[in-house]
């Protein structure tokens, strides 16, 4: 069965504080994965898509790596803007993606 | 942003009454989505849709129904609403230009069935 797994559930970092996200996974034929911003009472915000182990991709402090069964969101030096959930998300086809639950980021001044 | 708007943003109904939201995009898109966001489920997906008059059901579709009548427009039915479906709604786009497999979503509806 599919899955995606996301932790951890909530993070707290002082600003500055380098920390990374996981995101692991189970799917038959990967396709993309995906990450994505939420902030309160919005919908998620595309951030990044990943096709290929080892594939990289940047956008100012945040940075996704991606292996066969798991990719990581690393923040670099967060600042309290950063702070939101941040989602997961996988496919295999053009319909089929799959969630994980999110991580729940606060960064404190 | 891909020209997608929700509507109703907000919504009260009673138990056993229909409800219809719309999605409306701007951007002549092919691939739209309904999900539902509650806390401790991840994303779900409720319907998608493949173009015009063509959708099929997710994995969560009991209860619901959708239709597809222009390009531009994609609506969920609640056909008797339940407790059970006070949620969070989003419609969503399927990006196909390019590689085209990224998701852009609608600000959301927050949907409550007293």
């Known amino acids: 069965e599919d899955q995606v797994t996301q932790s951890p559930e909530a993070l707290r970092l002082q600003e500055g504080e380098s920390s990374s996200l996981n995101c692991s996974y189970t799917?038959?034929?990967?396709?993309?994965l995906f990450w994505y911003r939420q902030d309160p009472g919005k919908g998620p915000e595309f951030l990044f898509t990943?096709?290929?182990a080892g594939e990289e991709k940047e956008k100012e402090r945040l940075k996704a790596t991606l292996t066969k069964k798991e990719s990581f969101l690393h923040i670099t030096a967060p600042k309290p803007e950063d702070s939101a959930t941040y989602l997961c998300?996988?496919?295999?086809?053009?319909?089929?993606?799959?969630f994980g639950t999110g991580t729940r980021l606060k960064v404190l001044a | 942003d891909a020209g997608i708007t929700q509507s109703p943003r907000h919504k009260v109904t009673e138990t056993g009454t229909p409800v219809t939201l719309r999605c409306h995009q701007t951007?002549?898109?092919?691939?739209m989505y309904w999900y539902r966001q509650d806390p401790g489920h991840g994303l779900r997906l409720i319907h998608y849709?493949?173009?015009?008059?063509?959708?099929d059901k997710g994995e969560v579709s009991d209860g619901y129904s959708v239709s597809r009548s222009k390009t531009e427009d994609f609506l969920l039915t609640l056909e008797s609403a339940t407790s059970s479906q006070t949620s969070v709604y989003f419609c969503?786009?399927?990006?196909?230009?390019?590689?085209?497999?990224?998701?852009?979503f609608g600000p959301g509806t927050r949907l409550t069935v007293t």
């Open positions: 969503a786009i399927r990006d196909a230009r390019g590689r085209g497999d990224e998701q852009y």
């Open positions: 799917v038959s034929g990967l396709r993309g």
């Open positions: 990943l096709y290929s």
């Open positions: 998300a996988v496919t295999s086809g053009t319909y089929k993606y799959i």
């Open positions: 951007e002549n898109h092919r691939y």
């Open positions: 849709s493949y173009g015009v008059k063509d959708t």
